[in-house]
């Protein structure tokens, strides 16, 4: 991990834009911004529907919102504003305006990562998976795998069909789970080591999109946010876990000790 330049200002570690919520769903909206706003990355922009507005301006008072007028759900995006990086899909819900949202994201041509309810959009319009920008980070877990890519008989086949697509779309695939696989356009692909049975809540991959939007705003490649968020993301879950044990972890428990999960990783890794 490249240390913080002692002389920096907000501007130095980038702007993410992250695309989350709607009606019923602003968990998942403050999850991600909030684990965004702990990668280090300069400054955040979360685009919300109406009605997450005075939620999200208390519960992360940090964030700049740009509110829809849309009352449940978001219904546009303007990628002309400055940012660095985009997170698309936690608690985004389904709505069939999202494929225009989604085209809107993809002509930015900023780093992008796409999780939940934006790969389930992309599912059930494949002509999307076509689009996807070179190096995009996706982050389904087996079964959005499934929905996007097709459904295998074992593990071995999964994570064959996932470097194949990767590799295909030239994007990078993490497919989420004990020891999730991280599949590159290159035809390499990584297990991760952190991570434990804990973090099997709701809410965790809004915590993963988050992070790594924010790294991918910081200039890392995707290559290197996938690699070094998904091991925050385990790392932080194991940390929990010493201190409280795996039952009652919950995905506020991941951000909460996502500041020891880097100083551990900056004291390893030096």
Known sequence: MEPRNPFAHKGTYGHAALLAGSEGMM????????????SGAGKLTCFVPACGGDIMQVAVPEAVLHIDKEEKRISSFDGGSGFHSIG??????NFKGHV?????????????????????????????????PANTILT???KEFERLFGSAENDFERVDLAMKKAAEHRIIIVLKGHHSLIA?????GFFNSTGNAGMAKAGSGDVLTGLLAGL????????????????????SGDLAATKMGQESLTSSDLIRFLPRAFLQFENDFR
């Open 27 to 38: 968990g998942a909206a403050i999850l991600s911004a909030r684990a965004c706003l702990r």
């Open 88 to 93: 698309i899909g936690p608690g985004i819900g």
């Open 100 to 132: 225009a949202v989604i085209e809107s994201v993809f002509k930015s041509g900023l780093p992008l990562v796409m999780d939940a309810d934006a790969l389930n959009a992309m599912a059930k319009n494949p002509g999307l998976i076509g689009e996807l």
């Open 140 to 142: 389904p877990h087996p």
């Open 184 to 188: 590159l356009p290159g035809g390499k």
């Open 216 to 235: 991918l705003a910081r200039g890392y490649s995707a290559e290197k946010a996938a690699a070094i968020g998904v091991f925050l993301h385990g790392l």
